[in-house]
C-alpha cells in the first residue's frame, strides 16, 4: 500500500527525500486509489533540520549530560514541495534536498 488513512481522514505516504512521512487532509483531493494516488495541489511541506555541524553539537551536548543551553543548535531550513500522480511523487525544484528536479515511484508505507 503506498498511503494509509487515518481515522480522521488524513492520508499519508512515505516521503524518501525527507525520511519521514507527508499528509494530506480534506483541504486536497484525492482520486481514492490507495496504490496509485494522485492528490491534488501540490504538497508544501517546510520544516527545520539540524546541519552537521548541529548534529555534531547534539552529540556533544547528549554525551555531556545535558547541561543547560542557551544556543539553538545549528540548523537550516528545509523545503518539500511536490505533486503526487499516480502513484509518483514529482519533487519541484524548490526543494532543498537531494531529489529535486526528480519523479520517483511512492514506496509502500508501513501499516
Known amino acids: 500500500m503506498k498511503i494509509m488513512e487515518y481515522s480522521d481522514g488524513m492520508k499519508v ?3 524518501p527525500a525527507c525520511n ?3 499528509g494530506v487532509n480534506s483541504g486536497w ?3 481514492g486509489d490507495y496504490e496509485r494516488p494522485t492528490f491534488s495541489p501540490s504538497l ?3 520544516g527545520i533540520k539540524l546541519t552537521e555541524k548541529g548534529e555534531a553539537e547534539y552529540a556533544a551536548w547528549s554525551a555531556s ?3 543547560r543551553r ?3 543548535f ?3 531550513p528545509t523545503v518539500c514541495h511536490s505533486f ?3 502513484g509518483r511523487i514529482e519533487f519541484l525544484s524548490d526543494c532543498t534536498h537531494s531529489l529535486a528536479g526528480q519523479t520517483i515511484d511512492l514506496p509502500d508505507v508501513e501499516v
Open 13 to 15: 505516504f512515505y516521503c
Open 20 to 22: 519521514e512521512h507527508h
Open 29 to 31: 483531493t484525492f482520486n
Open 44 to 46: 508544501l511541506v517546510r
Open 65 to 67: 549530560g545535558h547541561p
Open 70 to 72: 542557551d544556543a539553538p
Open 74 to 76: 545549528d540548523s537550516a
Open 84 to 86: 503526487v500522480r499516480e
